[in-house]
């Protein structure tokens, strides 16, 4: 009966020790496998962030080319209107020049007026008097 005691016991840890192997087996597989989708799930992330810092780039970029052309259209803008302020200026300050000059030129042409009356009038005089005297 002692014998028969033992050799079930030895059975049983022959058993147990014959189970703890494939458990062991399993464990270690498991671990494996487990490495083996960390390092997939470290490689996919890797690849996500490297795709979203691709696709922030390329936002970025996309903003610096919108700011780019709407500092463009403001600097066009202003250009224009500097031009058309220039152009109001010249044609103003031009129809002013036009006034001075004519004003200057009718000044001048009373004044030659006023010589040649003078100078009429004493060449008439001077006439009367030869005449006078003849």
Known sequence: HEREHDREISELIAKHEDEMKKLRAKLEEQQHQQDELQQQMAATHKAEIEQAQLQ???????????????????????????????????????????????????????????????????????????????
């Open 56 to 134: 922030s780039q390329k936002l970025h970029s996309l903003e610096l080319e919108a700011l780019r052309l709407s500092l463009n259209n403001m600097h066009t803008s202003q250009l224009e209107l500097t031009q058309s302020n220039l152009r109001k200026e010249k044609e103003t300050a031009l129809v002013e020049l036009r006034e001075m000059l004519n004003d200057k030129r009718a000044q001048e042409v009373a004044i030659l007026q006023s010589r040649h009356q003078l100078e009429w009038e004493k060449i008439k005089e001077q006439c009367l008097k030869e005449k006078e005297d003849l």
